[in-house]
């Protein structure tokens, strides 16, 4: 499976100023992380801080 092209914030104004909505995800460890970027996920935040309270 071929993942999509990585984007920069570059790409995220020219989608903002084409009036394209981007898709966004919070992903809490690299797991999940790999799933959204497979899924074709615009932007991923990827962070363990919900690790950090439990």
């Known amino acids: 499976m071929k993942l999509a092209k990585k984007k920069s914030i570059l790409d995220l104004y020219k989608m903002k100023e084409n009036g394209e909505k981007a898709v ?6 690299c ?11 615009d932007m991923i935040l990827a962070g363990d801080s919900m690790g ?3």
């Open 24 to 29: 966004w995800v919070t992903a809490y460890d």
């Open 31 to 41: 797991c999940f992380a790999a799933y959204a970027e497979k899924a074709g996920m």
């Open 52 to 54: 950090m309270i439990i």
